[in-house]
Antibody, heavy 122, light 110 residues
Framework: VQLVESGGGLVQPGRSLRLSCAASGFTFGDYAMHWVRQAPGKGLEWVSGIDWNDGNIGYADSVKGRFTISRDNAKNSLYLQMNSLRAEDTALYYC????????????????WGQGTLVTVSS | DIQMTQSPSSLSASVGDRVTITCQASQDIGHYVNWYQQKPGKAPKALIYDASNLETGVPSRFSGSGSGTDFTFTISSLQPEDFATYYCQQYDDLPRTALTFGGGTKVEIK
């Protein structure tokens, strides 16, 4: 299993950024996927999750209405569209694979990528 | 939303020590707790799922227990490679997709 995040960078407050996660080594369309972030020197924060067929999507309250998760099973890819970015969104963003086949709501995070860094600053 | 209170936030221990970390959920979550290890500069690694099940390849010195609101993670004999930060995580906010992590416990060398 390999998960490779991309799309991070330095962005001004109020602007947008789109993160991508390229997955390989498993049948991507069979598993829920998640984004988890970690601010510098802080703990882990679950950001968003999406089930295998887009039927169930969830967001942390801190990003609801600003971030949108999506997936393209044909391209084995997960995305996170981040709008109206704030300084407090500065973090390393991880893509993670759910461990349960066909999970509708998210369970445990079996595999993680190495993360992509998002810095929101003027 | 379900909150996870993890304690202690840090601890100092020696090689060979038994280490115990606890997580308390804000409501009954059955056995839906997972544990992760994170070393500096690295992505988290899954250790235990559903409160007490070891992920493949995880040494047997790691264990988990508990149900309802109170959960425990134990390292029976601390090894040099175990110095890291450990996190609990719940997933019982059904039918929503909403995972929550505890605040983390940093295990340092005494």
């Amino acid at each position: 299993v390999q998960l490779v995040e991309s799309g991070g960078g330095l962005v001004q407050p109020g602007r947008s950024l789109r993160l991508s996660c390229a997955a390989s080594g498993f049948t991507f369309g069979d598993y829920a996927m998640h984004w988890v972030r970690q601010a510098p020197g802080k703990g882990l924060e679950w950001v968003s999750g999406i089930d295998w067929n887009d039927g169930n999507i969830g967001y942390a309250d801190s990003v609801k209405g600003r971030f949108t998760i999506s997936r393209d099973n044909a391209k084995n890819s997960l995305y996170l569209q981040m709008n109206s970015l704030r300084a407090e969104d500065t973090a390393l963003y991880y893509c993670a694979k759910d461990r349960v086949f066909g999970s509708a709501t998210g369970t445990s995070l079996e595999y993680w990528g190495q993360g992509t860094l998002v810095t929101v600053s003027s | 939303d379900i909150q996870m209170t993890q304690s202690p936030s840090s601890l100092s221990a020696s090689v060979g020590d038994r280490v115990t970390i606890t997580c308390q959920a804000s409501q009954d979550i059955g056995h839906y707790v997972n544990w992760y290890q994170q070393k500096p500069g690295k992505a988290p690694k899954a250790l235990i799922y559903d409160a007490s099940n070891l992920e493949t390849g995880v040494p047997s010195r790691f264990s988990g227990s508990g149900s309802g609101t109170d959960f425990t993670f134990t390292i029976s004999s601390l090894q040099p490679e175990d110095f890291a930060t450990y996190y609990c995580q719940q997933y019982d906010d059904l039918p929503r997709t909403a995972l929550t992590f505890g605040g983390g416990t940093k295990v340092e060398i005494k």
